[in-house]
């Protein structure tokens, strides 16, 4: 028997990450208790593409095929609106990216971890407390279905893979401060809703107004998910002159065009809001515990690299945790863990700096749509799988000497098909 294979493992957390890495966990031998607060599925909150690179992990440990497909989409590329109506596009060389319903991921991955031997799931598990000792650590769990508190003692590792507002981070003593946490204005938050409408687009869009975007996904046949990302400190969506909205309603009267393409549709998930988003743990491993996922840095979905992230985060920690009884082992996780973070928080500082400077924002998207190949170029370097600098500024240069094409401004499209309809909704509608 192997050192890492006697290995005991508490996971905290039983969302995309979690589960992810249990079993990657159990494939190694290790065995792992996974404790979730709410009952599998779990449904979060969030924006639900994965790109490319996340959904090669996924195809890599077999996950991908056990999705149902009728409640997840490709998407090949992104699609920029300007609040001026100029767009630009950019599409992937090679394999897509996928739009999965955040249910049937934890469905997929909850079965899979359910026929693993070396998991114990638990659910209606909320966390307590931790209690460290120099050879194990204990949590002390809250039992919510029959409300008794519980010791568990001998784990070699804790793993707080509980979200953005992590517990696991908050006991551990690892919650960052003004200094290390991402982001320079605080306040950005998110929201996002489901229409049972028919995608109009094999690209997802990000829709742009000053201080507030949109992000348009083909979530699965027959339904489209709506998100979106503000500045709280600058921007009150449910205020309008002195009228109190609806958060549906007080988003959606940013983007008249798309109000009018779910004008009588039946949303299908609540509108549900978040933040604020920037988190950073001070480091991801600290004596016996570690931090993956949104629970060791969240910034912004702007990059849509959340969960590829976490995919790659937990891949890292299975191969990794085998050698953390020693100094270059940590260092290894420690290392692998903020080099993917370093990289990350820098694409999204770029990207947020055109979010929050509309004049920029509009020359960036006017180079883009001069060359898609520079759009392309700039999203594999999103994924780490280009240099940013050097051939993003020759790919610049040939877009303003030999342009491409440009991409038309934007026109008002036919109003997508409504496939439910309903007589309540954003503002403006029936």
Same mark, same amino acid.
Not at 176 to 193: D, E, H, T, Y
Not at 206 to 220: H, L, M, N, R, T
Not at 305 to 310: P, W
């Given at each position: 028997?192997?050192?890492?294979?006697?290995?005991?493992?508490?996971?905290?957390?039983?969302?995309?990450?979690?589960?992810?890495?249990?079993?990657?966990?159990?494939?190694?031998?290790?065995?792992?208790?996974?404790?979730?607060?709410?009952?599998?599925?779990?449904?979060?909150?969030?924006?639900?593409?994965?790109?490319?690179?996340?959904?090669?992990?996924?195809?890599?440990?077999?996950?991908?095929?056990?999705?149902?497909?009728?409640?997840?989409?490709?998407?090949?590329?992104?699609?920029?609106?300007?609040?001026?109506?100029?767009?630009?596009?950019?599409?992937?060389?090679?394999?897509?990216?996928?739009?999965?319903?955040?249910?049937?991921?934890?469905?997929?991955?909850?079965?899979?971890?359910?026929?693993?031997?070396?998991?114990?799931?638990?659910?209606?598990?909320?966390?307590?407390?931790?209690?460290?000792?120099?050879?194990?650590?204990?949590?002390?769990?809250?039992?919510?279905?029959?409300?008794?508190?519980?010791?568990?003692?001998?784990?070699?590792?804790?793993?707080?893979?509980?979200?953005?507002? /992590?517990?696991?981070?908050?006991? &551990?003593? =690892?919650?960052? !401060?003004?200094?290390?946490?991402? %982001?320079?204005?605080? @306040? #950005?938050?998110?929201?996002?809703?489901?229409?049972?409408?028919?995608?109009?687009?094999?690209?997802?869009?990000?829709?742009?107004?000053?201080?507030?975007?949109?992000?348009?996904?083909?979530?699965?046949?027959?339904?489209?998910?709506?998100?979106?990302?503000?500045?709280?400190?600058?921007?009150?969506?449910?205020?309008?002159?002195?009228?109190?909205?609806?958060?549906?309603?007080?988003?959606?009267?940013?983007?008249?065009?798309?109000?009018?393409?779910?004008?009588?549709?039946?949303?299908?998930?609540?509108?549900?809001?978040?933040?604020?988003?920037?988190?950073?743990?001070?480091?991801?491993?600290?004596?016996?515990?570690?931090?993956?996922?949104?629970?060791?840095?969240?910034?912004?979905?702007?990059?849509?690299?959340?969960? /590829?992230?976490?995919?790659?985060? &937990?891949? =890292?920690?299975? !191969?990794?945790?085998?050698?953390? %009884?020693?100094?270059? @082992? #940590?260092?290894?996780?420690?290392?692998?863990?903020?080099?993917?973070?370093?990289?990350?928080?820098?694409?999204?500082?770029?990207?947020?700096?055109?979010?929050?400077?509309?004049?920029?924002?509009?020359?960036?998207?006017?180079?883009?749509?001069?060359?898609?190949?520079?759009?392309?170029?700039?999203?594999?370097?999103?994924?780490?799988?280009?240099?940013?600098?050097?051939?993003?500024?020759?790919?610049?240069?040939?877009?303003?000497?030999?342009?491409?094409?440009?991409?038309?401004?934007?026109?008002?499209?036919?109003?997508?098909?409504?496939?439910?309809?309903?007589?309540?909704?954003?503002?403006?509608?029936?």
């Amino acid at each position: 028997m192997s050192e890492s294979s006697k290995l005991r493992v508490a996971i905290v957390g039983g969302g995309p990450a979690g589960l992810l890495a249990a079993i990657l966990l159990a494939r190694q031998g290790i065995r792992s208790v996974v404790f979730e607060r709410q009952s599998w599925p779990v449904d979060k909150v969030c924006g639900e593409g994965i790109m490319p690179n996340g959904v090669e992990v996924l195809e890599r440990y077999g996950v991908l095929e056990r999705i149902d497909r009728s409640r997840s989409r490709p998407f090949y590329g992104v699609r920029y609106v300007d609040s001026t109506g100029r767009t630009a596009q950019g599409r992937f060389h090679g394999k897509p990216g996928r739009v999965v319903r955040r249910i049937a991921l934890s469905e997929a991955l909850f079965e899979i971890a359910r026929e693993e031997n070396l998991i114990d799931l638990r659910a209606k598990h909320e966390l307590c407390s931790l209690n460290e000792q120099s050879s194990s650590i204990g949590v002390e769990v809250h039992d919510l279905a029959d409300g008794a508190k519980k010791s568990i003692t001998g784990f070699d590792y804790v793993i707080g893979a509980d979200g953005l507002r /992590s517990k696991v981070r908050r006991l &551990a003593g =690892l919650d960052g !401060n003004a200094k290390n946490s991402p %982001g320079k204005q605080p @306040g #950005r938050m998110g929201a996002r809703i489901h229409y049972a409408i028919e995608p109009w687009d094999d690209l997802v869009q990000v829709w742009w107004q000053d201080g507030i975007e949109c992000y348009v996904a083909p979530s699965s046949n027959g339904c489209v998910e709506f998100n979106f990302g503000w500045d709280n400190d600058r921007l009150h969506p449910r205020k309008n002159c002195g009228e109190v909205l609806s958060l549906e309603e007080g988003l959606f009267r940013f983007f008249p065009e798309l109000a009018a393409r779910v004008k009588g549709a039946r949303a299908t998930s609540e509108m549900r809001s978040w933040g604020p988003l920037p988190q950073r743990a001070t480091r991801p491993l600290l004596g016996r515990v570690a931090l993956i996922g949104d629970a060791g840095v969240f910034y912004d979905q702007i990059t849509g690299e959340g969960l /590829s992230l976490a995919f790659l985060q &937990a891949e =890292l920690l299975t !191969n990794s945790i085998g050698d953390w %009884g020693t100094e270059r @082992g #940590r260092r290894r996780f420690t290392r692998g863990v903020q080099k993917l973070a370093d990289h990350y928080i820098r694409i999204t500082d770029f990207a947020m700096f055109f979010t929050r400077h509309p004049r920029f924002r509009s020359a960036m998207i006017w180079l883009l749509s001069r060359s898609p190949k520079l759009f392309s170029h700039m999203m594999h370097a999103n994924m780490g799988q280009a240099a940013l600098v050097g051939p993003a500024l020759l790919h610049a240069v040939q877009a303003v000497a030999w342009p491409a094409s440009p991409v038309p401004r934007h026109e008002a499209a036919p109003q997508a098909r409504v496939l439910e309809r309903t007589t309540h909704g954003p503002a403006g509608r029936a």
